[in-house]
Nanobody
Framework: QVRVVESGGGLVQAGGSLRLSCTAS????????MAWYRQSPGKQRELVAD???????NYAESAKGRFTISFDHYARTSNLDMNNLEPGDTAVYYC???????????????WGQGTQVTVSS
């Protein structure tokens, strides 16, 4: 069994900062990428940032310059450091990981349960 669990959401004032963390556990034989998505009420889930096991990071335009994604392969953890938060960043943030889940060369997408981030004006 593989689990992906997020933590670190909460309520913050505009201009503040938060760190989200995501850890994969269980039968994890490798991680190809880890990513953060978010979804606001009435909107589609959107990519915020992703990072490969080699450390290559990609950001949505709205995240560039404010958010930083990191990936510790040995800890099986990704962090999303969010600075200068805006009310428009309010959403449920989801972690996604592409994980090798068996001794065979098989990979699968796994999602966390989500963590709420609320930015007040």
């Amino acid at each position: 069994q593989v689990r992906v669990v997020e933590s670190g959401g909460g309520l913050v004032q505009a201009g503040g900062s938060l760190r989200l963390s995501c850890t994969a556990s269980g039968m994890v034989f490798g991680i190809r990428t880890m990513a953060w998505y978010r979804q606001s009420p009435g909107k589609q889930r959107e990519l915020v940032a992703d990072v490969t096991s080699g450390g290559y990071a990609n950001y949505a335009e709205s995240a560039k310059g404010r958010f930083t994604i990191s990936f510790d392969h040995y800890a099986r953890t990704s962090n999303l450091d969010m600075n200068n938060l805006e009310p428009g960043d309010t959403a449920v943030y989801y972690c996604n990981a592409v994980i090798r889940y068996s001794t065979e060369y098989q990979w699968k997408d796994y999602w966390g349960q989500g963590t709420q981030v609320t930015v007040s004006s």
